[in-house]
């Protein structure tokens, strides 16, 4: 059944202020380090904070680039948390500092997220020489100011099998949560030719085991999955489970020259569904035709294995973003799935 308008209710965004970046990471989906020359204006921003408060979006998700590097980011912030968005920002912790904390403290920051990809030499190598010292740096200091601050690392087939490492490192850091995630082939991936496979059952083991255990929640990505044995405590919390990619039907994404998607990470033009300087947010949210893709969707459109698996009217096919750019521009069709079909 299709979905009716009245029933998109967006519950989330991830929104990307900038695309300069002190790094130009070998792998960075969205190739951040110089900004656009066309970025939305500080007053665009402010007005989109308000677009999207009126559309009932609860929760933004700040990227770069790195947010920090633009200088009105605590604006923009405080005008979402202002509304009652909380707000998170994600972070490569490079240039943490005290002026930083105290402008997060001050737009009333839900949380900081920072990017670790393993032990030093595997985050340094793709990053940049002693990125992973500022990180945990960062991670500390955040922590004495009381922001709560979470780790969110993507697996390569590099770094995949330095997650116990890795975890060595966090354990006793004091962290709100661990996010794992696969790493998809696009942007500085794909033109570097960053092989980007690894076993995604040994993962999904190992998070699965690890959430019984360690004294901060650890989870997979929606890009990890699906419906193995393990799915209810993949998540986040007890319980959960993936029901499907909600680009467009409850979460968008907003690149910084003001271009709409239903997912940041469908980073391709043919995914823009329209531009905030040309249309409100509400006119492309509520356009009958508009993410299709999801909106539309039908499981006979599953490919693949995902045709066939019982759990297919409620994965739809699992990642949306992560199928194209590693199915060859298939979106229904899972590659990574660890399902073990019957």
């Known amino acids: 059944m299709i979905l009716r308008k009245r029933e998109y209710r967006l519950r989330s965004c991830v929104w990307e202020i900038t695309l300069a970046c002190c790094f130009s990471c070998k792998y960075c989906g969205s190739c951040g380090g110089e900004a656009r020359k066309d970025e939305l204006s500080t007053a665009e921003c402010l007005r989109v904070a308000g677009e999207l408060a009126d559309l009932g979006c609860r929760r933004v998700s700040m990227i770069g680039g790195e947010v920090f590097m633009r200088p009105d980011w605590e604006e923009i912030v405080s005008a979402l948390t202002g509304r009652g968005i909380r707000v998170c920002i994600i972070t490569n912790g490079f240039i943490m500092s005290d002026g930083i904390i105290a402008a997060l403290k001050r737009c009333r920051i839900e949380s900081v997220a920072v990017s670790l990809d393993g032990p030093e030499a595997v985050h340094d190598a793709f990053r940049h020489p002693g990125s992973m010292k500022e990180a945990l740096c960062a991670i500390d200091r955040l922590r004495e100011a009381g922001i709560p601050v979470s780790v969110i ?4 087939a590099d770094n995949a099998e330095t997650l116990p490492e890795l975890y060595g490192i966090l354990k006793d850091r004091g962290i709100a949560a661990w996010q794992i995630q696969a790493c998809s082939p696009m942007g500085n991936a794909r033109k570097n030719g960053v092989d980007v496979a690894f076993d995604a059952s040994k993962v999904i083991a190992f998070a699965a085991d690890l959430a019984r255990s360690a004294p901060f929640p650890v989870g997979t990505a929606d890009n ?27 979460t968008l994404g907003i690149d910084s020259a003001g271009n709409v998607r239903g997912c940041e990470s469908m980073y391709d033009d043919r995914f823009i569904e329209g531009n905030l300087r040309e249309h409100p947010l509400a006119d492309i949210w509520n356009d009958p035709d508009a993410f299709a893709y999801n909106r539309k969707f039908r499981k006979k459109m599953l490919t693949g294995k995902c045709r066939k698996c019982r759990m297919g009217d409620v994965c739809r096919g699992g990642c949306r973003s992560y199928n194209y750019f590693t199915n060859d521009g298939d979106l229904y069709g899972n590659v990574l799935c660890a399902r073990k079909q019957k």
């Open 153 to 156: 690392s993507s697996l390569r």
């Open 224 to 250: 990890i999955g699906y419906f193995t044995p393990e799915e209810l405590i993949l998540r986040g919390r007890y319980g959960a489970c993936f029901d499907g990619c909600s680009a467009g039907l409850t």
